[in-house]
């Protein structure tokens, strides 16, 4: 099944509720008031009631089905509930002044209505940086339990090949600890997209084929990921051939489980990681999706600022599949 038919099946009937802090922009707009209207998630719109108003006029975008709030107008009581809880999760960090000022700042308001359950999930990064989607998020959402970072996985599609590359959006280093932190998290991605993980932690080494520092990492992030998580399927240090090409696997990594028939693909450090997945999209064909945030409590995701209607679209999608159980 194509990979979006799938997830509108897992999420249609859900009442999953998605909220956009980027209502005044016309990609998010158009987005939101398709989701809505295919009846697939319900749809939360913040913005400046005129702002939305002007540019739904101007793009022909039907507001019917989209629910608009105007931080500017929300009632007094509600508006103290979200303050109060904010400050309360903040645990004495900022003060109830900080914290209002913080909620002039739309993705605060959504960030905060995922954690307080008027919505599953936030999309956002079409016109704000990502550490702005992102800050929010780890301040009130906060990480898994026994996660310590978050990581950015891509789902890479083309035809019928479906794979995960992490991570190439956030962690510009990554320890033997990190890496196979974001193993063990794009495995659960995986999941959610039907991939039955296969997870190659990828070095410029297969198998000591190579001496340093740099593989050594990749080595005790393998070791770390077999001994937390003993049932994935999973192998490292493999040079990408190896993990992907089977005649090269039999060659390099014999008798590997994961060698010649990987589609997760774990990369060393940020660098490697977002070259990779652009190079894949530009040169492979491959259609990019994400990123996807690992790790969190509840799911958040970040647009890249120079995304279309459909890529608002289909995030929309991912994020409320993620908040499936």
Do not use: W
Request: proline share 5%; net charge negative; with cysteine.
């Amino acid at each position: 099944m194509e990979l979006f038919d799938s997830l509108k099946q897992k999420i249609t009937g859900k009442n999953k509720t998605i909220v956009f802090p980027e209502g005044e922009d016309p990609r998010v707009l158009g987005a939101a008031s398709r989701l809505a209207a295919d009846g697939l998630i319900k749809v939360i719109v913040l913005g400046n009631k005129g702002d939305v108003e002007t540019t739904a006029t101007n793009h022909a975008i039907d507001l019917t089905p989209v629910t608009l709030i105007d931080p500017a107008t929300i009632p007094a009581d509600q508006h103290k509930e979200m303050l109060d809880a904010l400050v309360a999760r903040r645990k004495g960090k900022n003060t109830p002044e900080q914290a209002a000022k913080m909620l002039e700042d739309p993705n605060y308001i959504g960030t905060m209505m995922v954690y307080m359950g008027q919505a599953d999930g936030m999309v956002s990064g079409a016109v704000h940086a990502t550490g702005d989607t992102v800050r929010p998020a780890l301040q009130i959402i906060k990480t898994q339990e026994g996660v310590r970072r978050i990581s950015g996985a891509f789902i890479m599609q083309k035809g019928d090949e479906r794979y995960v590359f992490a991570d190439c959006a956030i962690n510009i280093e990554l320890d033997a600890a990190g890496m196979a932190e974001v193993a063990i998290e794009s495995a659960q991605t995986a999941k959610i997209f039907d991939i039955d993980p296969k997870v190659a932690l990828l070095s410029f080494s297969t198998k000591g084929s190579a001496k340093g520092d740099m593989v050594t990492k990749v080595q005790e992030a393998t070791k770390i990921v077999h001994e937390t998580a003993p049932d994935l399927a999973v192998d490292g240090e493999l040079q990408f051939d190896a993990a992907f090409v089977p005649s090269v696997a039999a060659q390099k990594a014999p008798g590997s489980k994961v060698a010649g028939h990987a589609n997760v693909f774990v990369f060393p450090e940020l660098q490697s990681g977002n070259i990779g997945y652009k190079i894949a999209q530009r040169f492979g064909g491959f259609e990019a999706v994400g990123p996807i945030l690992q790790g969190l409590n509840k799911p958040v995701s970040d647009l890249s600022r120079g995304c279309n209607e459909e890529d608002v679209y289909k995030v929309a999608v991912i994020t409320a599949a993620e908040s499936v159980k």
